[in-house]
């Protein structure tokens, strides 16, 4: 959840990912910013409180799994989570969580973790999982009580390892769509942020951050626009068969523009037409003075 462009250093951004789509729905972000009446700097833990409660605030009869990345496994943030009803899955580190990994070692010794492999042969990988549920976060917030997932990606050539936090209590029937669900949180660097910095959409400048609000504004405006890009993309069976013939969203961006400046177009649907089956160029009508 945490883009790395420099506009997005001011913003608390969020994506709604599907494993079984590529296209994700952008979600309205929150600026981290000072707030009125305030006397510190906002920082993003703020700013997350903030986003979630907005969030639980605008569609409230929908359940959420919130994955983000293991910056957000802490007892606070987890806490905020619990509080608006949401569900999670947080990647979590050895490194930064030394006391939870001792303590599913110290369950492994005594017989509580669970193993399972399941093997994908059309793929030609094995995914292994090592879990346990109801595991002390850290040591200074015993209270708050984890259920731990460990995945290994084992393909021909190579081994990839995955560890998350949830509070979905984990089992042999439910840790594989678990472990899509984790990995799916790679969409909002992938799809999102990767394709806001590289394919046109310019989030990386940032405009000399403006006097006020100037950053987050065209921030905002980009993320906008990304949105109805993304609607089409998982809506628009047209804007999808014209990006797979041009190859690149960068080169349709361009194909667009070139369209908009030279004619006269009724509809998006004619200018997507136009795009996928081409259409004749006629000479240009010059505009002189006779008199």
């Not at 510190?40 to 409230?60: H, S, T």
């Not at 490194?95 to 509580?112: C, I, P, S, W």
Request: charged share 25%; glycine share 4%.
């Amino acid at each position: 959840m945490f883009p790395r462009a420099k506009l997005a250093r001011y913003l608390r951004c969020a994506a709604l990912s599907h494993p079984d789509f590529r296209a994700v729905i952008p979600l309205m972000p929150e600026p981290i910013i000072k707030q009125d009446g305030t006397e510190k700097n906002d920082c993003e833990r703020n700013a997350a409180k903030r986003f979630i409660a907005k969030l639980r605030q605008d569609p409230p009869h929908l359940k959420f799994i919130i994955t983000e990345e293991s910056l957000s496994s802490n007892a606070p943030h987890i806490e905020t989570l619990h509080d608006h009803g949401c569900h999670y899955l947080l990647g979590v580190k050895e490194g930064d969580h030394t006391y939870l990994f001792k303590q599913v070692q110290a369950a492994e010794e005594a017989g509580r973790v669970t193993s399972y492999d399941r093997h994908d042969r059309a793929a030609g990988v094995v995914h292994r999982f090592r879990f346990v549920n109801d595991m002390p976060l850290n040591e200074s917030r015993a209270d708050i009580r984890v259920h731990v997932i460990d995945y290994w990606e084992v393909g021909p050539d190579k081994i990839q390892h995955f560890s998350w936090v949830t509070d979905i209590r984990v089992s042999r029937r439910n840790v594989y769509l678990l472990m899509r669900a984790g990995r799916a949180r790679w969409k909002i660097e992938h799809e999102t942020f990767n394709t806001l910095k590289n394919q046109g959409y310019n989030f990386e400048h940032n405009y000399g951050h403006g006097e006020q609000n100037l950053s987050v504004v065209l921030a905002t405006m980009m993320l906008l626009a990304f949105l109805v890009d993304q609607t089409q993309q998982l809506c628009c069976a047209l804007f999808r068969a014209v990006w797979t013939k041009l190859g690149s969203k960068r080169l349709l961006w361009e194909r667009l523009r070139a369209l908009f400046y030279d004619y006269r177009l009724e509809s998006m649907g004619e200018l997507l037409e136009a795009l996928f089956y081409g259409f004749e160029k006629p000479r240009p009508i010059l505009i002189t003075d006779t008199s």
